[in-house]
């Protein structure tokens, strides 16, 4: 797993299908930067430098990663420009891999079909698991988890005064288990947690299950009492925030939000009956 810092960035090969990154091994150095910068048009290119006119973000940093790594996009070091999606086509769901091939480490969106040691860094998706349409799935029926997790679960549960079954529904509609999912909004881990909510809660590392549970069961305690246990409201402030909650009084009028607070309570009611009938904690 990479530096946190690493992983936020990273998050802007979503837009890029088709694009493979390298890392080239050189001694000294230990600062080169990798940016994405998007035209107006939407044209968007991969360099070593802002370039001017155009909106760009850090993709990847090679300091939060090795002394002796060096970014670069080919072997010429000129920029790769990336294909251009049409404008109507999103990305739901992808990975991003890491593997390495004549002392050079690549990183692609594209599962590579040669590469034995190629390893998932992150799963990247348009939005959390419960908060799309997602036609054609019932949240009546759909599978449960009671297995994933449940030493870190149950043990945040404890700490935070959290019911499980709450918990394991909010996760199960954050990122439906799994650990490194990262949204195009810069969501993280199990329970998507923001950068900012992340850093609030002492999460140094979102994609480490144990440290992304025990900031989102924190959070999600904190929004419990402050909503005085109304696990609507909470639900409702977990997907669309507290403030947002406060301004209409209640639920807020978001088609993702009615649809991510209806989806928790199906979860959760059914998490209670299931974990009961394990003879776990309800």
């Not at 590469?115 to 949240?139: H, M």
């Not at 549960?157 to 394991?168: N, P």
Request: proline letters at 5%; aromatic letters at 8%; glycine letters at 10%.
């Amino acid at each position: 797993m990479i530096a946190g810092a690493t992983m936020r960035s990273l998050v802007a090969l979503v837009g890029a299908i088709g694009l493979a990154l390298a890392v080239q091994v050189r001694p000294s150095h230990a600062a080169d930067v990798l940016y994405r910068c998007e035209a107006e048009d939407g044209a968007r290119s991969y360099g070593a430098r802002v370039l001017p006119g155009q909106r760009c973000a850090v993709v990847a940093d090679a300091s939060a990663r090795h002394d002796g790594q060096r970014f670069r996009t080919d072997d010429s070091g000129q920029r790769l420009p990336a294909p251009v999606a049409p404008a109507a086509a999103k990305v739901s769901r992808g990975a991003v891999y890491k593997y390495e091939r004549d002392g050079i480490t690549h990183y692609t969106n594209i599962r590579p079909s040669q590469a034995s040691d190629a390893k998932v860094l992150f799963t990247y998706i348009q939005t959390c698991f419960a908060c799309g349409a997602r036609p054609g799935v019932d949240f009546h029926s759909v599978r449960l988890n009671t297995r994933a997790f449940n030493g870190e679960i149950a043990a945040a549960a404890r700490e935070h005064g959290v019911e499980e079954a709450l918990l394991r529904a909010v996760i199960h509609a954050e990122s439906a288990f799994d650990p490194n999912a990262r949204s195009h909004k810069g969501a993280q881990g199990l329970m998507q947690l923001m950068p900012a909510t992340a850093e609030r809660f002492g999460v140094g590392d979102p994609f480490q299950p144990e440290q992304n549970i025990r900031g989102g069961s924190a959070y999600l305690a904190w929004l419990l009492k402050r909503f005085k246990g109304d696990t609507t409201l909470a639900a409702a402030a977990y997907n669309a925030g507290e403030g947002a909650v406060d301004r209409h009084g209640g639920v807020p009028p978001y088609q993702e939000t009615q649809r991510y607070v209806e989806r928790v309570a199906i979860l959760a009611e059914r998490y209670r009956g299931a974990l009961a009938a394990a003879g776990g904690s309800p």
